[in-house]
């Protein structure tokens, strides 16, 4: 959640500027005064963060053969556990630190073995900070290693050794334990959410063949154990699970190029969306990178040559393009390289250049040779590619026709479209608002110099299950994308985006809750980026009003109503007045409540699991009505404020 308030600035002379007022941060001091910078953010998404960077060096183990079994223990008091079967951190003293390669690796940024290559050949955490960072974010931190039939113990409170490395017993074979509790200081929050974390252990049970994984949860009970003799294949059957399939099972494709493994499995379906997902050493890359761009240039260029070969394409006719191959595509990419180059210490996006020709050929050669021997899949793909195709230009036309009449991607903007007069984007925001009353409200309640608001009529399509040209015909579709100035799928730009907040505003009832679903899945499906950037928000309008005598106070949820009537008890008499829709409030209550940047929440969008979330997505807006009916049944008992 998301909380704006007013900046504040202090006055300061500025003519006193001297080489004492220059500060510098070395070690586990600039982590703690900056984590953003090494874990991306101090929610829920940077405390789980934590647990991947630990979990990371078990599977670099892993990777390396070493290792063939993890253990997540998500403990009573919020402290998590990570065990591994892997070699065991060295415990011999360092040349260079002069302490204990235990302790180097626990205290020192960038002090790690996965540099020269030599006793990792493929590695995740590159950055050697995972887990000195983890540590200074750290309120305690307790590290055990069995190795050389000893146990090794180490404790650390913030990051800094409480004792030297001492051993505390035997121990019959080898590997490491690291057990440590976020810093409330840092976190605040500190209790992990088991699912989030449980399915971010599944996929990486998926890439590595035959390794166990195993979580639990202390305080509720819960535990998953993963284990996947077929990779990657089992992953691309997991995620079209819930879809209709074009060819029964999932192509895979396994080849070494010059040290480089690439792994790809690939399954198409019936459905519009593309769900690609990249990896490299494991590290989800969001952002793709190299191995994804040589990946979908093979795609392509195969899928043209055989469509040739084979004359399903006439010779008058062009070659599909990517955006045809990739309609209805689910695929997996995984690659394993040395000296991986991330961008980021989050590692969103791989830039090792030579990757795109080691995956281009490795899925060029592989697919090539399928559809030899599978024509009857091979000609089920050309057919799904040409449906693309001429949907694409389907829509191209109506696309066409759209820009020609002024509606989209001009310089004619939405006629309903109460514009702001700023014109930098960073200080502009959107409000896309349920209904033409509300959008009155909003429209004379906002502060005119950065607000824009768009009125939106009825429910918007739901995009999950309508082709490019039905989507692109829909008005209220239209004027989303034009009021952006982006465009979408391929050609989306956000260098052109309009409004650096876009910000969803619906009733609190059921309709509103449907209208923001429909309008999360059109942005997930078609303006990914604009989530992934951090632009798209949820405005919080007050559910009711409480008033007592002099009193008056808008209130958010019903536990913060039943706490504000427990301080009202000793009023005479108490009104509650519950709002159900924005058209409700008058402009300046609006205004007040949920638009003002002194006191208004908002909760920012943000996709912590693309693949979660594309599963989810599909199941509650896509055709398959079983997958839907159970997730009802198993969540109904959760729901609050039913709207009946």
């Known amino acids: 959640m998301a909380k704006d308030k007013p900046v504040s600035s202090k006055s300061v002379n500025s003519n006193e500027y001297l080489a004492k007022d220059i500060q510098v941060l070395e070690g586990r001091q600039a982590v703690r005064r900056r984590p953003g910078m090494y874990i991306g953010s101090t929610d829920q998404r940077g405390l789980h963060h934590l647990v991947y960077e630990i979990t990371y060096n078990c599977i670099d183990e892993a990777m390396a053969g070493c290792c063939d079994n ?19 951190i060295p415990v011999d003293i360092h040349p260079s630190t002069k302490i204990t390669a235990l302790e180097t690796v626990m205290t020192i940024l960038h002090a790690g073995a996965k540099f020269g290559g030599n006793t990792y050949q493929v590695s995740g955490g590159l950055h050697g900070v995972g887990a000195s960072v983890v540590n200074a974010l750290s309120s305690w931190l307790k590290v055990d290693v069995r190795r050389n039939g000893k146990q090794y113990h180490q404790e650390y409170e913030q990051g800094i050794p409480l004792g030297a490395v001492e051993v505390v017993g035997k121990a019959s074979g080898t590997g490491t334990t690291v057990a440590f509790l976020p810093d409330k200081k840092i976190f605040g929050e500190t209790k992990c959410e088991f699912n989030t974390i449980s399915d971010h252990l599944r996929e990486l049970a998926y890439l590595n063949k035959g390794l166990e994984i195993y979580i639990t949860d202390e305080v509720t009970g819960k535990e998953r154990t993963y284990y996947f003799e077929g990779g990657i294949t089992g992953f691309v059957r997991q995620l079209n699970r819930n879809r209709v399939v074009r060819h029964r099972h999932p192509i895979y494709i396994s080849k070494a190029v010059n040290g480089t493994i690439v792994e790809a499995a690939i399954q198409y379906n019936d459905g519009f969306s593309e769900s690609s997902y990249s990896f490299a050493n494991c590290v989800n890359t969001i952002d793709g990178g190299t191995h994804l761009t040589g990946f979908r240039s093979a795609l392509t260029r195969v899928l043209n040559d055989y469509a040739r070969k084979s004359k399903l394409i006439k010779e008058d006719e062009p070659n599909f393009i990517g955006e045809d191959v990739r309609e209805g595509l689910t695929a997996v990419i995984s690659v394993k390289l040395s000296e991986a180059q991330f961008e980021g210490q989050t590692k969103g996006k791989l830039g090792n250049p030579e990757v795109k020709s080691h995956v281009e050929s490795a899925v060029g050669e592989g697919l090539s040779l399928y559809f030899e021997e599978h024509p009857d899949d091979a000609r089920r793909i050309v057919e799904k590619c040409l449906l693309a195709a001429k949907g694409r230009e389907a829509a191209r036309r109506a696309r066409d026709l759209i820009v020609k009449r002024g509606s989209l991607e001009s310089a004619t903007l939405p006629g309903k479209l109460a514009d702001c007069s700023e014109r930098d984007p960073t200080h502009c925001e959107l409000y896309l608002v349920e209904g033409p009353s509300a959008g009155g409200s909003a429209k004379e309640g906002r502060n005119r110099r950065f607000q824009a608001i768009l009125p939106l009529r009825g429910k918007i399509l739901n995009v999950e299950k309508a082709s490019p040209e039905k989507m692109l015909a829909h008005e209220e579709i239209r004027a989303i994308i034009t009021a952006l100035g982006t465009s979408i799928d391929d050609e989306f730009d956000l260098s052109k985006l309009r409004y650096h907040r876009v ?32 632009h798209l928000y949820i405005a919080q309008p007050p559910l009711y009003r409480v ?19 427990v301080q009202l008890k000793d009023s005479r008499k108490v009104e509650v007045q519950r709002y159900k829709g924005l058209g409700e409030m008058s402009a300046e209550q609006l205004w007040d409540t949920t638009m003002n940047p002194d006191t208004r929440t908002l909760l920012e969008v943000t996709v912590e699991d693309a693949v979660k979330a594309d599963r989810i997505f599909h199941m509650l807006m896509g055709d398959e009505v079983p997958p839907r009916k159970a997730f009802i049944q198993a969540h109904a008992r959760s729901v609050k404020n039913l709207d009946i």
């Open 70 to 88: 993890v253990r997540v223990t998500l403990c009573q008091d919020n402290s998590i556990r990570v065990e591994d079967n892997g070699r065991g």
């Open 547 to 565: 008033k007592a005598a002099k009193h008056k106070q808008w209130v958010y949820s019903d536990a913060e109503k039943e706490a504000v009537l």
């Open 503 to 534: 910000i969803l505003m619906t009733d609190a009832d059921v309709d509103g809750s449907h209208i923001r679903t429909l309008l999360l899945t059109f942005f997930f499906r078609h303006m990914a980026a604009l989530i992934n950037n951090q």
